[in-house]
Nanobody, 123 residues
Framework: QVQLLESGGGLVQAGGSLRLSCAAS????????MGWFRQASGKERELVTA????????YYTDSVKGRFTISRDHAKDTVYLMMARLKPEDTAIYYC????????????????WGQGTQVTVSS
């Protein structure tokens, strides 16, 4: 099975940018959709964005549209999340996740998880 490892989190001022990376590894190749979730303190985990295996389909939750961009590089087995114009309400632990199908926008379909990386946005 695929194993996922997030990196790139940190502290940033409001209006700034961060780029998160999710590296995938495993002994078996997988053609799956990938997504980024986040969980703020005291709140439920939510699906932020997702991308199909082909890269031809993407999803963004309304609160990040126009600010966040998801992409993937199959040659590097890596998915990225570029976050721009960050707001304090973006503060959360961000998790990379993989579904077991080539494309889905349903958060419940994502079953393989990374350990998470903290993003903190100060005002």
């Amino acid at each position: 099975q695929v194993q996922l490892l997030e990196s790139g989190g940190g502290l940033v001022q409001a209006g700034g940018s961060l780029r998160l990376s999710c590296a995938a590894s495993g002994r078996s190749a997988s053609s799956v959709a990938m997504g980024w979730f986040r969980q703020a303190s005291g709140k439920e985990r939510e699906l932020v964005t997702a991308i199909s295996w082909s890269g031809g389909n993407t999803y963004y939750t309304d609160s990040v549209k126009g600010r966040f961009t998801i992409s993937r590089d199959h040659a590097k087995d890596t998915v990225y999340l570029m976050m721009a114009r960050l707001k304090p309400e973006d503060t959360a632990i961000y998790y990379c996740a993989a579904a077991l199908t080539p494309w889905t926008m349903n958060g419940d379909d994502y079953e393989i998880w990374g350990q998470g990386t903290q993003v903190t946005v100060s005002s």
